[in-house]
């Protein structure tokens, strides 16, 4: 792990670590969305806050633009934000399961 780490934080993050027992590092990816609730308004969650990533897939800023315009244009043509970012979600998940298929061969 802190030979991953960024040069600019890495004195901070050897100090992190040095008084922690256990580092959990996972992947974000592989977290589902068969248990996160709905989309739902009044608050509606975007980017790694709905659907968080894996910094090494790069496409975390870009899954989040895009749900922001997707949540911008439902309310500004008097569609449902909710609606917009479930379709948002379907469409991370297929592309995800695109993406793993062609990984694997």
Known sequence: MLAATPASVRELTEKLVAGTDTVHVS???NVPFAQAAAPSSPVILVGDA???ITPAAGVG???GI???VAVHRAIVTGGSPAAAMAARRLAISEERARVARRMRG
Request: proline letters at 0%; a negative charge; glycine letters at 0%.
């Open 61 to 63: 800023a870009r899954e």
């Open 27 to 29: 992947n974000a990816r």
């Open 50 to 52: 709905d659907h968080a």
């Open 66 to 68: 895009e749900d922001v």
